[in-house]
């Protein structure tokens, strides 16, 4: 029976080694939350549009997420402005016209207050404006999660240019950005 000894025990070693392999170096534990930004833009009325922010958290990791009332989904919605020198734009100091970060009290507002967002789904939420048209805007959204004690965020971002409409008529049909 040493022979059956020596199986069970070479059995257990690569088994270990297996498990170590897949949650150590393939980091199959780990968290893994993406976040998607597209934008709708609809006909307002002559000098605007409404724009839809349509925002897809997606789990692509093996392990669940759960989002809480600590947790945030923020939004900020800039002007870019004319007459900007050539090179690189620091988005942070464009002016800010709107700022959000309570975009998932909506989700977490009734109790249990979490959302458990399992390997492989994903959650939409959307939020709306009105942008002035002949206008271009960046639009930054980003997600500050906490998983037991380890705090993290992810985040993403659009340049969408809302049209001007000369002749004062709101435009028929939709336009979309996405990221």
């Known amino acids: 029976m040493p022979i059956l000894e020596t199986l069970k025990d070479l059995t257990i070693i690569i088994g270990g080694w297996w498990t170590f392999y897949l949650y150590k170096k393939q980091a199959t534990a780990a968290l893994n939350p993406q976040l998607q ?9 002559a000098e605007s ?4 922010v349509r925002l897809q958290i997606s789990n692509v990791g093996k392990v669940p997420l759960t989002l809480t009332s600590q947790d945030r989904l923020s939004v900020v919605v800039r002007r870019v402005v004319p ?3 050539h090179g690189f734009l620091n988005t942070d100091k464009l002016p800010v016209i709107f ?5 998932l009290k909506r989700s977490l507002a009734q ?3 979490q959302y458990r967002l399992e390997p492989s789904v994903q959650i939409d939420d959307a939020a709306p404006f009105v942008l002035a048209g002949g206008q271009t805007y960046h639009i930054e959204a980003k997600l500050r999660f906490t998983e037991g004690v380890r705090s993290d965020w992810i985040s993403t971002e659009a340049m969408v240019t809302v049209p001007s409409n000369p ?13």
């Open 99 to 103: 700022e959000s970060d309570d975009l």
């Open 83 to 85: 007459d900007l020198p």
């Open 49 to 52: 549009r409404l724009a839809f």
């Open 167 to 179: 002749d004062g008529v709101g435009a028929v049909g939709t336009e979309s950005a996405a990221r």
């Open 111 to 113: 109790p249990p207050h």
């Open 37 to 45: 930004l597209t934008t709708d833009l609809h006909p307002y009325d």
